[in-house]
């Protein structure tokens, strides 16, 4: 049996993992964020894990100051 937290992430995910050190806001929604939700989401974002359907422009890159990681979870890059 597999124990999972209340976000629904088995305690030694990574997730987890990132949650025991820092503070971590997950879109739980199927559609992507809106643009302006995604800026002002980034705005005191450290790091970012997009997927494909985020789209990482200068408009979202200038909107967040403080953003020194970019990951995309998907195969290529078009979206940054």
Same mark, same amino acid.
């Given at each position: @049996?597999?124990?999972?937290?209340?976000?629904?992430?088995a305690?030694?995910?990574?997730?987890?993992?990132?949650?025991?050190?820092?503070?971590?806001?997950?879109?739980?929604?199927?559609?992507?964020?809106?643009?302006?939700?995604?800026?002002?989401?980034?705005?005191?974002?450290?790091a970012?894990?997009? @997927?494909?359907?985020?789209?990482?422009?200068?408009?979202?890159?200038?909107?967040?100051?403080?953003?020194?990681?970019?990951?995309?979870?998907?195969?290529?890059?078009?979206?940054?």
């Amino acid at each position: @049996m597999t124990r999972t937290l209340p976000g629904g992430e088995a305690p030694d995910s990574p997730l987890a993992r990132l949650r025991a050190i820092t503070d971590v806001e997950v879109w739980d929604q199927f559609d992507p964020p809106p643009p302006d939700v995604l800026r002002a989401q980034l705005a005191e974002a450290d790091a970012v894990l997009t @997927m494909l359907t985020e789209r990482i422009d200068a408009d979202v890159l200038d909107a967040a100051p403080r953003l020194r990681v970019v990951a995309n979870l998907a195969v290529g890059y078009d979206n940054i």
